[in-house]
């Protein structure tokens, strides 16, 4: 199992309904694939922590990469794990207050 944290610029024209969209869409694809995370997003930039088996991470964040609603992705961080930090979320949406909690997840 992965814990993999990126971050990535939104284009200028995405709206909170599109952020929304996206939060939905991850939580039911998420929870079929047994991924578990957390998605923090201030307006301008976007800041994911993903966990789960490797190569469905792997797989889900080389789409994530080519979604063309961001731009500027870049991996910050990633670690084998044992456990999951967010087990109980497909995808949590958090506010720009809470980049630090996802940040410091990485590290859990």
């Known amino acids: 199992m992965i814990r993999l944290l990126y971050f990535s610029t939104a284009r200028a024209s ?5 952020v929304a969209d996206i939060v939905e869409f991850s939580q039911k694809n998420n ?7 957390a998605l923090a997003f201030n307006g301008r930039n976007f ?3 993903l966990e789960g088996e490797e190569t469905v991470v792997r797989d889900l964040v080389t789409a ?3 979604d063309p609603r961001h731009s500027g992705f870049k991996i910050i961080d990633e670690k ?3 456990g999951r930090y967010f ?4 995808m949590l949406l958090v506010n720009e207050l809470d980049f630090s909690k996802v940040i410091n997840a990485m590290h859990a």
Do not use: F, N
Request: charged fraction near 35%; glycine fraction near 4%; proline fraction near 0%.
């Open 64 to 66: 994530i990469e080519k």
């Open 47 to 49: 800041c994911q922590l």
């Open 87 to 90: 087990a109980d979320w497909s």
């Open 80 to 82: 084998k794990v044992d």
């Open 14 to 18: 995405l709206t909170t309904s599109d």
């Open 31 to 37: 929870a079929e694939r047994d991924i578990t995370g």
